[in-house]
């Protein structure tokens, strides 16, 4: 029997690759793509994510949801995914359509609908907050959430303390975080070094020769030469392309472990960084006093620390070929 996935995505170049992954597997049905705001505006995530749905040969139904944050103003990036957030290439418009019904429906819908689904989110967790909030029914009906988002070790790449996905909107993130749902984190730093292919795996790649390969190099682009203007480093990192993978294979994931988490939303020099109790000093009693001003002192995340590199290539080269 099929597993059932729902994927809430900002789509741009790393998440159309990661959305190549699950559309192919043989394994997997994805049932809904929700779509938020954030590595480019809605309209256009929208549009990205109709247009590779359409090139895998899909029928997935694609809804639009949230085109802002909670409270905050909205932050593109389109500085490191293009203006159209595939490279600037310009690929035609899909003739696909999205739903009616909003993103938020969309995501209460198809969880009632399939009790033990499994949700990956590869962008602002807008979409997931709200429904959340509207429907806390829903919660212990996910089997479990996987979060590309969060910077475990303090590493981020869009301030020195927070990865993008959280920093956008981190009011939704501890919603989500706290709510009691199975999540398992997978960080910016982790993606950073795993998930890089370098100068000779994309010519590889590229040697597939198919629509799919050609794809996921061109429409990354503009990311590989941000990636070389901010970091000084020759290669492509494809941080949602790792989240898929551990989604579809959890045995990808080699070392992980459970922590409490919380989330930074009243700085503004830390808005948005991932808190990880890495040494449980929730568990530890003489600890008590300090952590009872918190919301929370269970241990909400699972949080995922290392993977095997060769596996999840091998996943992502077959989704191309």
């Known amino acids: 029997m099929a ?32 779509v938020v705001a954030g590595n480019v505006p809605l309209e256009q995530a929208v549009r990205n994510a109709l247009y590779t749905v359409e090139l895998v040969g899909s029928n997935v139904p694609v809804y639009a949801g949230a085109d802002r944050p909670l409270v905050r103003p909205y932050s593109n990036a389109t500085w490191f995914h293009g203006e159209d957030g595939f490279g600037n290439m310009n690929y035609p418009a899909p003739s696909l359509q999205p ?32 429904a959340i909030r509207k429907a806390p029914d829903i919660v212990p009906l996910v089997s479990r959430c996987v979060v590309m988002g969060g910077a475990a ?56 020769d198919t629509p799919l390969a050609h794809f996921a190099l061109d429409s990354n682009r503009t990311a590989l030469e941000a990636v070389r203007k901010q970091s000084n480093e020759a290669g492509l990192g494809l941080a949602d392309p790792v989240c898929m993978a551990i989604a579809l294979d959890p045995t990808i994931c080699t070392r992980k472990s459970k922590h409490y988490v919380e989330i930074e939303t009243q700085s503004e020099l830390t808005r ?42 091998e996943l992502l080269y077959r989704s191309l070929r």
């Open 3 to 34: 597993r059932k996935f729902i994927i809430d995505t900002d789509t741009a170049s790393d998440d159309a690759v990661a959305l190549i992954m699950a559309l192919r597997a043989p394994d997997v049905e994805v049932e809904a793509i929700t």
């Open 272 to 313: 948005g960084m991932t808190v990880v109790d890495q040494l449980n000093l929730c568990d530890d009693e003489r600890n008590r006093a300090v952590w009872a001003q918190a919301l929370q002192r269970e241990r909400n995340v699972t949080v995922c620390w290392e993977i095997d590199v060769k596996r999840w290539k």
């Open 153 to 208: 070790n303090t590493v981020g790449n869009v301030t020195p303390a927070a990865e993008y996905n959280i920093w956008v909107d981190p009011e939704a993130a501890r919603m989500v975080f706290l709510s009691g749902m199975n999540i398992e984190m997978v960080g910016w730093e982790l993606c950073r070094f795993d998930a890089v292919l370098f100068p000779d795996e994309m010519d590889a790649v590229r040697a597939f």
């Open 99 to 130: 739903q009616q019904k909003h993103a938020v429906d969309a995501i209460i819908d198809t969880v009632r609908a399939n009790p033990g689904i499994e949700m990956v989110t590869l962008g602002p967790l807008t979409n997931v907050a709200l």
